[in-house]
């Protein structure tokens, strides 16, 4: 849920509890047990996958190596399910005019770097940054450039905006925040 007053606007910002994410998870997870389950067969001589006999793999270096490729995608799967389960890079941005600050904060993985907070003042920001790549997925980045020609990303890569939204986001942000817009 957003947020928007005349002198406060939050913004939610969606982390990695995604429906794609979630699909690519349980994907990538069947696929490392397709593999260890055929170099498993391979190993005991068992039909432990119906549709494929054991005898038409050899365990010295198919099934072996169909082992190895099942445990390493069954690791990616469970950094991909933590990454879900811990909902890493949500957060929110936030702009105060009446303090005069904004605060970016996002979550990520555990540890002492979990909670992420950027805080910076309003008059430090020298314009909101709109790069607009016009190619076969056309996606735009936008940004905050502060007066020291620093950028602060406030959309995400996979942000599933188009063009139009994109500009109409930063001309309300532009208008909120009372700086320009600049293109790239």
Known sequence: MDTKSEFLWIENVVGSRRISNVLWATIVLLGA?????????????KDLVSFLPSQSITFTPQGLVMCFYGIGGFFLSLYLWFAILWDVGSGYNEFDRSEGVISIFRW???GKNRRIRIRFLVEDVQS???ELKD????????SIRLKNQQDVPLTQQKESLNLREMEEKAAQLARFLRVPIEGA
């Open 33 to 45: 047990l397709g593999f260890i389950l055929v170099g498993l067969s391979s190993y005991f001589n």
């Open 108 to 110: 990520g993985f555990p």
């Open 128 to 130: 909101i940054r709109l």
């Open 135 to 142: 190619n076969l997925s056309s996606r735009g980045r936008l």
